[in-house]
């Protein structure tokens, strides 16, 4: 009881704390730096609900970016074709703002989550290469069909989507899948999903649903992908379908690997690592206070122009010297970094 109360007034702690750097963070803040930081929260939100599906299920979904366009379009079309019916209610800016982008999210959440039992069902009986070659058509055929509906934009795109995701929501949402897969992951039905990923067979001979199991952890995946993605329709207030493509997907995949399959805090480092080194490539400077020597510049210039080069080799070096991820299955454990034992590994 008294751990659950620590937790408890951790989880309000933090969640404050976002609250009253939201305002701070975006007028003091280069507005470049904010989109950044905007973007690497929900990329770390895409990372985790993958992670759920890929390192800690062990399904290889490749079609994430799918779930996050019904997201991005459900919330978006939402907010855009019904947000006046709200404004009509009266309620004061900052509530119905709010009120309206929670509404939003999740019913583009539970959008996605539909589309993860309709995909899943038929697909999760599939395993390795057949499962990923099946999550990549449908993530595409996704992408394909919002393309042709022109009453949310086609190819054009959704325009006039209310901007109001702002750094409290985005990156208390990161806390909440965080926590949500962590707990889930460390209960009897967590190790029923761990069992489906070392040996599905196996898994069935005891009595594990192992379809039962792939489609719920797929639904949980899909679900906060959705939400990434209404969050993410939100700020920028203007979605297209090629923002979507399998190229995010890929993206997503690369991050949870990188960080280590199975591990919230791997998938966490992957998603800060691969957003921010891009754009570190491209844009040095910004990220440098400091006025810099002339040379020093024209260095940072000519390595920008090599950036995708840069960003592939480091890649390639971390993959081979570190094939398991930074983390393995591993999480960040403040007692083990404190050198305190007793922790498990």
């Not at 996050?68 to 703002?97: D, H, I, N, R, T």
């Not at 999740?106 to 995909?119: S, V």
């Not at 379908?241 to 890929?250: A, E, I, L, N, R």
Request: proline residues 5%; charged residues 10%.
């Amino acid at each position: 009881m008294k751990s659950f109360l620590v937790q408890t007034a951790l989880f309000l702690g933090v969640s404050l704390l976002f609250l009253l750097l939201s305002p701070v963070l975006k007028e003091g803040i280069n507005p470049y730096l904010f989109q950044i930081l905007m973007v690497m929260g929900i990329n770390i939100t895409l990372a985790i609900s993958l992670t759920l599906i890929n390192g800690i299920t062990g399904q290889f979904s490749i079609g994430h970016a799918g779930f996050m366009a019904l997201g991005a379009y459900g919330a978006g079309g939402f907010s855009v074709f019904l947000g006046p019916k709200l404004a009509a209610l009266g309620l004061p800016p900052l509530v119905s703002q709010n009120l309206w982008l929670v509404v939003s999210i999740l019913f583009g959440g539970g959008l996605a989550a539909l589309a993860g039992l309709i995909i899943g069902m038929p697909t999760l009986r599939l395993r390795g290469d057949y499962l990923a070659i099946a999550t990549l058509g449908f993530g595409e055929i996704i992408r394909v069909v919002i393309t042709n509906l022109d009453f949310v934009g086609g190819a054009r795109g959704l325009i006039g989507i209310p901007t109001t995701t702002n750094f409290f929501w985005v990156y208390f949402v990161c806390l909440l899948c965080g926590i949500l897969v962590y707990r889930l992951s460390h209960t009897p039905r967590g190790l029923a999903l761990s069992a489906v990923r070392e040996d599905e067979i196996a898994a069935t001979s005891i009595g594990i649903n192992t379809t039962r199991y792939k489609v719920a952890a797929f639904i949980t995946g899909a679900f906060f992908a959705g939400v990434a993605g209404g969050l993410f329709a939100h700020f920028f207030g203007y979605i297209n379908p090629q923002s979507f493509t399998f190229v995010k997907s890929f993206e997503l995949v690369v991050m949870i690997v990188l960080g280590g399959l199975g591990s919230i805090t791997g998938a966490v480092v992957g998603a800060v690592l691969l957003t921010l080194l891009p754009e570190f490539l491209r844009a040095p400077q910004a990220f440098i206070p400091l006025p810099l020597p002339e040379f020093l510049t024209g260095f940072l210039g000519q390595v920008s122009q090599y950036r995708l080069l840069i960003y592939s080799l480091l890649l390639i070096v971390l993959m081979l010297t570190r094939p398991q991820g930074i983390f393995g299955r591993r999480e960040f454990s403040l007692a083990r970094f404190l050198g305190r034992k007793g922790t498990e590994p």
